[in-house]
């Protein structure tokens, strides 16, 4: 082999493939340009790869990057990514390192040897071998021979170079914003373990992750203790040729890694990607030793290892909303993405902070708030300056990095992390405002609880941003009373997802140490099951009105849960049943039932019925929540509308009883004889409309004519028909003309101009 002295010129030449041009380095002696030559140098080349692993090592860490006369690399490697090459560096699931001259500033067995005083003559062997008078298993060999170290001179040198004298710059950082994402680190070195060990133990990485070669030791047959170095053990697969591509095989086979990446120095680590099961992307580095053949072969080549940081994916997240609910869950995506370094310094970001390199998410979160009025003054404004949303969630600071925005589309512009929380009935609005503006490639995830009515048939919140914007989308569900949320009482939710990459990124963003996520691969159940507790609600608000105990409202609430289900599986068979025992089922439901705003003002609608002062839902919705929306009394309408073009009311007795009774059909004693109150037939519906579609003018009323009769069915005995005015002597429509006008309701998740505080809640 030609040595390096007598190439003090490379040249590069293209080669045309279907993976795009490589730039492969041509070693070419200034006294002889011929195809000989080359033909002698690649020759040359291929033989290198062929060498044992052990060989190679050695004799690639004697190369150094060639120049020419005018001191230019005479190569051209890689310093920006492709598009491929950074997305695969950015889902990348497991990074394997080399150790020597990669994770370390110099080859670990060449500092044994200047350690051990032995420096010179091992120098020697390693020129023998790189002249060809001695080959390298030899010398590699003789050099473990020279060194003669015994397990206590290890010790001591660890001591006299602990691991952190000796990493590379920036190599912690990137191997902890790594771990950070749930990266898996492996070291994979032609060295020793012995030597190795301690500097996985020092970056966190477990000893099972690391593949080097192991020592052979002399045991004293007295003390029965290894005594002197006599080899190395050549079973390991880093001690033979491919022995890297090998040990990536392994550990493919032992885990479920779709992505992963192999960074070294060496010839031995570009082969890493050269073997089928090897790794999918060889990223060179040359911040130690820069050698030609690999910075010129690699698809991606760097020598400061903050340029991979850099590259690391940071998701920049949108919330879409500004209610309560939706005020509580960006105040713990805020708290998630807010940077924790300390103040000022030199790339402080928008919060004053030093970037993290464990930094999952972009710094500031954009929050899209339908603007208003508030107290004189643009409510975007007094946001962004106070840090607060004094209408519908006042009290509590959201975060100096949310920045509330009056635009929807410059909200998610940008965004990879799109976060739904508006009330249902505007969010079909919503998706189609956004349609061809959302991020190629970027996630959903709904915390809106409804659906959709459409005369094909019932369309979830997740189904319609799938639809329109074509992303994928999880769902959020749980009991989320916002207040308690914003005061960090222990709460929990359950993500329903289809894309586990997705929801694991998402839980990130949301779990907080009083806020525990769960993951549950059933979106549909998850999301009917926020859906349709707020129906449930409505009737447990019923049986606080009427004065009742926990015995009724606990069999309201079972029942309910009964119907939650077979509803759902009717619509969805797919739905699991462990769903419903889940903090998005049961969970949601109890938290509901006792602390939600649909049982406030269902509650408050009671007594006025009872007192024979009736008042509407809007306008209790208007003077109790105070901007919130109520969406049990819309969702009641939509699920009855589902229920009576299948002909299934008397399936969900209590389903369609409470829709009768805040649609003025029904007093609302019967909520408690929710099995008499469906049999009952009505002959004039009285102008009740469900399915049509809801926009930001619609206003529910309670029916505005008395329907002629109600019947029990099958039964035509005159003592069980009965008028609305005998069954409901006060009715809830007598109040419309006493009501106070309503405010518009905003889309962002509010009621319009209105300058009350807000009080609450879901």
Not at 100 to 108: A, E, K, M, P
Not at 157 to 169: D, E, K, V, W, Y
Not at 508 to 520: E, G, I, M
């Amino acid at each position: 082999m030609l040595l390096r002295s007598q190439y003090p010129v490379m040249q590069c030449q293209r080669r045309a493939n279907t993976g795009g041009g490589l730039f492969r380095p041509i070693l070419v002696p200034s006294a002889v340009r011929s195809s000989k030559a080359l033909t002698a140098t690649a020759m040359a080349a291929h033989q290198l790869r062929r060498q044992p692993a052990a060989e190679r090592k050695l004799r690639t860490c004697m190369a150094r990057a060639t120049v020419d006369g005018d001191g230019n690399k005479a190569y051209m490697p890689r310093t920006t990514p492709t598009d491929r090459v950074l997305s695969i560096w950015r889902k990348v699931d497991a990074v394997c390192f080399d150790v020597d001259c990669t994770i370390t500033l110099n080859d670990s067995l060449d500092l044994l040897a200047e350690f051990m005083g032995v420096k010179e003559q091992v120098a020697a062997l390693t020129s023998r071998a790189m002249d060809g008078s001695l080959s390298l298993e030899q010398a590699l060999e003789e050099r473990l021979a020279l060194i003669a170290c015994s397990p206590a001179d290890i010790k001591r040198f660890i001591t006299a170079h602990p691991p952190a004298s000796r990493l590379a710059p920036g190599i912690r950082e990137l191997i902890s914003a790594l771990q950070a994402r749930g990266v898996a680190i492996y070291l994979i070195s032609g060295g020793f373990r012995e030597l190795t060990l301690p500097i996985a133990s020092y970056l966190g990485i477990p000893k099972s992750n690391v593949f080097a070669n192991r020592m052979n030791w002399q045991w004293d047959d007295e003390s029965g203790e290894p005594t002197r170095l006599v080899g190395f053990d050549m079973s390991e697969p880093t001690a033979h040729n491919q022995g890297k591509p090998q040990a990536i095989a392994r550990i493919r086979h032992r885990n479920p890694y779709n992505t992963v990446v192999m960074i070294g120095d060496g010839i031995t680590d570009l082969e890493a990607v050269q073997s089928t099961g090897g790794a999918d992307l060889f990223i060179g580095y040359g911040g130690v030793v820069e050698r030609p053949a690999v910075a010129a072969e690699a698809e991606w080549y760097v020598y400061d290892y903050r340029t991979l940081v850099d590259a690391l994916a940071r998701y920049k997240v949108a919330m879409i909303g500004s209610g309560a609910w939706a005020c509580a869950a960006v105040r713990m995506i805020a708290q998630n993405t807010v940077r924790q370094n300390p103040p000022g310094g030199e790339g402080a970001g928008a919060g004053g902070q030093v970037p993290d390199p464990a930094d999952e998410f972009a710094e500031e979160v954009r929050m899209w708030v339908y603007e208003e009025n508030y107290q004189g003054r643009k409510l975007t404004e007094v946001i962004n300056e106070t840090h607060e949303n004094p209408k519908y969630f006042p009290g509590f600071s959201l975060g100096p990095n949310v920045l509330a925005v009056p635009s929807i589309e410059a909200a998610a512009e940008g965004a990879d992390l799109l976060v739904f929380c508006a009330p249902h009935q505007f969010m079909h609005g919503i998706c189609k405002q956004l349609m061809g503006k959302v991020k190629p490639g970027a996630a959903a995830i709904s915390l809106t609880k409804g659906m959709r009515v459409r005369p094909e048939g019932p369309q979830l919140i997740s189904q319609m941003v799938r639809r329109y914007l074509g992303i994928d989308c999880a769902v959020l569900m749980g009991a989320n009373i916002a207040t308690d949320i914003g005061r960090e009482q222990l709460s929990e939710a359950v993500i329903g997802y289809d894309n586990l990459d997705h929801a694991e990124r998402f839980k990130k963003l949301f779990q907080r140490p009083y806020f525990r996520v769960s993951l549950l691969p059933d979106p549909v159940g998850a999301e009917m099951c926020g859906t349709l507790k707020n129906i449930v609600a409505l009737g447990a608000g019923m049986v606080d009105g009427l004065g009742l105990g926990p015995n009724s409202k606990a069999t309201i609430i079972r029942q309910g849960l009964v119907e939650m289900r077979a509803f759902s599986r009717a619509l969805y068979p797919s739905v699991r049943d462990d769903t419903f025992l889940a903090g998005c089922g049961v969970g949601d439901l109890v938290a509901t039932c006792y602390g939600g705003r649909n049982r406030l003002v269902a509650e408050e609608w009671t007594r006025g019925q009872l007192a024979g002062q009736p008042r509407t839902f809007e306008e209790l919705e208007s003077t109790l929540l105070r901007g919130q929306k109520l969406q049990g009394v819309l969702t009641s309408n939509e699920v009855q509308e589902i229920l009576r073009v299948r002909r299934w009311e008397q399936q969900y007795p209590l389903f369609t009883t409470i829709n009768r009774i805040i649609n003025g059909f029904l007093p609302p004693k019967f909520v408690v004889d929710y099995e008499v109150g469906s049999q009952l037939q009505i002959s004039s519906p009285g102008g009740i409309e469900s399915g049509a579609e809801s926009g930001p003018e619609d206003v529910l009323t309670p029916a505005p004519h008395p329907p002629a009769s109600l019947k029990r069915s099958n039964n035509n005995n005159n003592n069980n028909s009965m008028s609305r005015a005998d069954r409901y002597p006060s009715s809830a429509s007598s109040s419309t003309s006493s009501a106070s006008p309503v405010s518009s309701p905003s889309p962002a998740g509010g009621m319009g101009p209105s300058s009350s505080a807000a009080s609450s809640s879901r």
